[in-house]
């Protein structure tokens, strides 16, 4: 009878498991763009935005931990047509954050800042600027026409890390952190 009950309660934990996986996964998936700005900055036209509820504890636990994660961002500008738009525009960018523990440092990697490798002690102010986009180019103005219509669209996701293979089952979990938001879309006339 002993076999039986061992098979009952491995089902049991099984299942439990199984059950909360959709809830981690949709508690993880609450990322946002908010804020998205256009303005005209001599011959370029810049967004600013930033990403919202895009780290969570588990998370914050493996970059602490050493793991380097990376958001990777896109950034489109469309033309509206009849039939399709037509893509003017279309930029990724890859932010990086890295914990060294042996000088307690985070290094946060920004390719569109003047200065793309920061560094502080501070975790708060690192996820600042992983989540932080300024005055990014996205379009010369020159390549838009006047009194037409152009949608500027963003999208974020949390690069997927490639792990060794030995790790790839000791860290199952990782999955679990991913996040994507959808995208976002502001509609302004040149």
Same mark, same amino acid.
């Given at each position: ?6 098979? =009952?309660?491995? $089902? ?20 946002? &763009?908010? *804020?998205?700005?256009?303005? =005209?900055? *001599?011959?370029?036209? +810049?967004?600013?935005? =930033? ?5 969570? %504890? ?5 970059? $602490?931990? *050493?793991?380097?994660?990376?958001? +990777? ?17 279309? $930029?990724?960018?890859?932010? %990086?954050?890295?914990?060294? +523990? ?6 946060? %990697? ?28 996205? &379009?010369?103005?020159?390549?838009? *026409?006047?009194?037409?219509? !152009?949608?500027?669209?963003? =999208? ?12 790839? !089952? &000791? ?12 995208? !976002?879309?502001?509609?302004? $006339? !040149?």
């Amino acid at each position: 009878m002993k076999p039986c009950t061992c098979a =009952k309660s491995l $089902l049991i934990v099984f299942l439990a498991v199984l059950l909360s996986v959709p809830a981690v996964c949709a508690r993880a998936n609450k990322a946002l &763009i908010s *804020g998205i700005e256009l303005n =005209k900055a *001599g011959k370029e036209l +810049r967004a600013s935005f =930033k990403l919202v509820d895009c780290f969570n %504890t588990e998370m914050e636990e493996a970059i $602490l931990d *050493g793991v380097p994660t990376t958001f +990777r961002i896109r950034v489109t500008v469309e033309q509206p047509s009849v039939v399709l738009n037509q893509t003017m525009a279309d $930029l990724t960018l890859l932010h %990086t954050i890295r914990y060294n +523990r042996l000088n307690n440092e985070f290094q946060v %990697t920004l390719p569109e800042a003047p200065q793309s490798s920061r560094v502080t002690k501070s975790f708060e102010e690192a996820k600042e600027w992983m989540s932080t986009v300024s005055k990014l180019p996205v &379009i010369p103005t020159c390549w838009l *026409g006047k009194d037409k219509t !152009y949608y500027v669209n963003v =999208k974020a996701e949390l690069a997927k890390v490639e792990l060794p293979l030995i790790f790839r !089952y &000791i860290l199952f979990w990782a999955s679990l952190w991913d996040f994507e938001t959808g995208w !976002y879309t502001v509609e302004f $006339l !040149y």
